[in-house]
T-cell receptor
Framework: NAGVTQTPKFRILKIGQSMTLQCAQD?????MYWYRQDPGMGLKLIYY???????DKGEVPNGYNVSRSTTEDFPLRLELAAPSQTSVYFC????????????FGPGTRLTVL | GQNIDQPTEMTATEGAIVQINCTYQ??????LFWYQQHAGEAPTFLSY??LDGLEEKGRFSSFLSRSKGYSYLLLKELQMKDSASYLC??????????WGAGTKLIIKP
C-alpha cells in the first residue's frame, strides 16, 4: 500500500494564480482531511470529508475548495492565491470514526509570491 | 475559545527520560492524541487516550487526566532518533481535532 500520496511536493505560485493540490489514499478510508501548517503553529483544518460526495468546512476554509467524487481522491483547490496561503499542506485519512488515528501524506510546500 | 498548550522546546540527554506536558481547554472532549513529527516530514501517530490513566507502548507512555485537562507523553531511554516535534491534539465535541503548536525535543549525546 502506498498509503496517502500528495502531489506536488513543492510549488511556487504568483499572487492571483490558481492550482490544485492532489491527494489520494489506497486504504479505503472514508474520512479525509486537508490541513495547513504554518511555522511554529499547530495544524489547522481546512476541509474534511466523511465519504464520497460529502465535504464540510474546517477551521480555515476561506480561499479554498474541495471535492470528493471517489473514496480515494480528495483534491484541494486554491483560487486566486495570496501570500497568506504560503504554508505546508497535509492531506490525511482515517477509517470510519473520528477517534481513529489519521494517516498523513508527505505534504506539499507552497509559496505564494 | 479552544486552546492547547505545550512547551515550545525541550532538551534532554540520550538515554534519559523526558516528560512533555499538554494542557487543554476545549469545547467538549472525545479523546487526546499524540503525534511525532520529524523536521520536514508528516506527523505520525503515537498514542490515543480517552479514559484517565496511563497507556504504555514500548518506550513511550501517555497519561490523561480529564478532570485537570492535562496529558503528558513520557519518553524513556531516549535515542537520537527521538529528536522531533511532539504534537498534542484533542478531539472536541464536534469530533474536530484541535492541535497544539507542538514541542520540539532536542536530544543531546
Amino acid at each position: 500500500n502506498a498509503g496517502v500520496t500528495q502531489t506536488p511536493k513543492f510549488r511556487i505560485l504568483k499572487i492571483g494564480q490558481s492550482m490544485t493540490l492532489q491527494c489520494a489514499q489506497d486504504m479505503n478510508h472514508n474520512y479525509m482531511y486537508w490541513y495547513r501548517q504554518d511555522p511554529g503553529m499547530g495544524l489547522k483544518l481546512i476541509y474534511y470529508s466523511v465519504g464520497a460526495g460529502i465535504t464540510d468546512k474546517g477551521e480555515v476554509p476561506n480561499g479554498y475548495n474541495v471535492s470528493r467524487s471517489t473514496t480515494e481522491d480528495f483534491p484541494l483547490r486554491l483560487e486566486l492565491a495570496a501570500p497568506s496561503q504560503t504554508s505546508v499542506y497535509f492531506c490525511a485519512s482515517s477509517s470510519a470514526g473520528e477517534s481513529n488515528e489519521q494517516f498523513f501524506g508527505p505534504g506539499t510546500r507552497l509559496t505564494v509570491l | 475559545g479552544q486552546n492547547i498548550d505545550q512547551p515550545t522546546e525541550m532538551t534532554a540527554t540520550e538515554g534519559a527520560i523526558v516528560q512533555i506536558n499538554c494542557t487543554y481547554q476545549t469545547s467538549g472532549f472525545n479523546g487526546l492524541f499524540w503525534y511525532q513529527q520529524h523536521a520536514g516530514e508528516a506527523p505520525t501517530f503515537l498514542s490515543y487516550n480517552v479514559l484517565d490513566g496511563l497507556e504504555e507502548k514500548g518506550r513511550f507512555s501517555s497519561f490523561l487526566s480529564r478532570s485537570k485537562g492535562y496529558s503528558y507523553l513520557l519518553l524513556k531511554e531516549l535515542q537520537m532518533k527521538d529528536s522531533a516535534s511532539y504534537l498534542c491534539a484533542v478531539l472536541d465535541s464536534n469530533y474536530q481535532l484541535i492541535w497544539g503548536a507542538g514541542t520540539k525535543l532536542i536530544i543531546k549525546p
